[in-house]
């Protein structure tokens, strides 16, 4: 007999200008959602609700949201210690696979059970099943991914993980009453802190294709591929500069090529060199064009979550999701950015939501039956109530990067110097003052590449173009809805 404490609440959320609802709750543990699903009435959160500074308090957290906004929420107590849910899956109708952990004891970080639960849109677990702990394996690890299997059941990858802390990777294939029909260990792939982000199925072929830093003994980002059988084939290691955090693929062009975004690193010793870059890349690692998404501001944080959500060709949702860098349960105040792309990497626009958090997760972004995408923050205040934050966003709340008209201003000399450039580009006029300037750089594509507002130093504009290519740009000073300046320059 399972046995549920529940707290539970159900509203209709309001709308608001910045985005069509937000939910927004104190919770008096810390709480995120590393899962998600949409089914045809709604879409899930699911998560964990703990004190992270205070012992090993775990409890799994729910919410399914309604096609009509409204929302349920629940805490589970089941006869397990400590447990949480990790990641899930549509399964059938509006039910869901959820992949979690559980364990008898609460004294240690190790969980002995592999969760494997089916919810309803009640938040009801309606089946589950403990899958235990190999023989000389510590505790099963905290990131899974899931697939539907070419043989019609879930294709899912875990991870058992040994006392000194390196690990294995396990696939694991189970039917829809939660029967394990197949395993297979692949040993001595994950490094210590390597974990999966992504398990896609290669369209057009009989394979599987495992994003993460989760196959490559030194740690480093890798694709890697399987058969249909579970079977290792290849890997390949991307650049290092390249960081995968949370990421996912959710666009496949063809049986080879796939849209993805990554966590750039320009400098290592630098917090703000970190940046999302968004790749056509193909299941070799092999990158044939690029979208750096340039950082919003100077501030000291890190550019942490990257997700993308496919809703058509004209229409993907990309998350830049960050974290302070200074003091966790005092934090700077921090958005999540959703860029608006389509599927020819071309920038559309952008929008901030969530300032008043200090963790802008969205870890598990996903879309929603009208075209938008559901994005998440937490306020995190250690052992005080944190609060939730929950946005729906749709393609009219993104503020889209409009056409201007050319209004040239007479008489001003501009200089842009050094030309060519490696890092930063300086705009020098004379005869006009900047303050705030809106810039926007294209190549000679006319593909654009940057849109945004930075403060100048008088009659001098600053750029960081790092990120982009080694090409010639066309730069334009933008005041309301003319361009009043252009010129050109040279990326080495």
Known sequence: MKKFTVLMMFLTTMVVNAQQWEISYQSEKNEYF???????NGNYLVGITTFYSTGYDYRPVAIFIDNDDNYIRKVFTTEKKKSF??????????????????SDDDMTDAFEYLWLSIMNSELEIVKEEFVPLDENYY?????????K???????????EE???????????????????????????????GGVPHDLEKIPGTEEYLLIGEAFDVAGHITLSRFDKDLEYIAHSVLPFDYSVCCINTDYWYDDEEFLIPVRRIKDASSITDYYTEVLKMNITGDVSERLPLMR???????????NNVY?????????????SLYNFYDPEYLPTTVTMIDKDLNLLGRKEFGNDCDIALSVNAQPTKDGGVIVHSINVTGEKPTIVQIFKVLREDIELIVSVSDNIVENIDVDIFPNPANDIVNIKTSGFEMRNARIQVYDIAGRMFLDKTIGSNGNILTIDVSPLNSGTYCCKIIDGDDCILTGTFIKK
Not at 139 to 147: A, F, G, K, Y
Not at 311 to 323: E, G, H, K, R
Request: proline share 1%.
């Open 34 to 40: 590393s899962g998600g699903t949409m089914v045809e």
């Open 85 to 102: 849910f990790n990641s899930s899956m549509k399964l059938n109708g509006d039910s869901i696979i959820v992949i979690g952990l559980a």
């Open 139 to 147: 505790s099963w690890r905290d990131w899974s991914v899931m697939t």
């Open 149 to 159: 299997s070419y043989d019609n059941n879930i294709a899912m990858m875990v991870q």
């Open 162 to 192: 040994r006392l000194s802390g390196d690990g294995d990777l396990i696939f694991m294939e189970v039917d829809d009453d939660l029967n394990v029909l197949k395993k297979v260990i692949h040993t001595g792939h994950r490094p210590s």
């Open 296 to 306: 919003v501001d100077t501030s000291d944080y890190l550019a942490q979550y990257c």
């Open 311 to 323: 809703i058509n060709d004209s229409t993907i949702y990309i998350l830049s999701a960050v974290f």
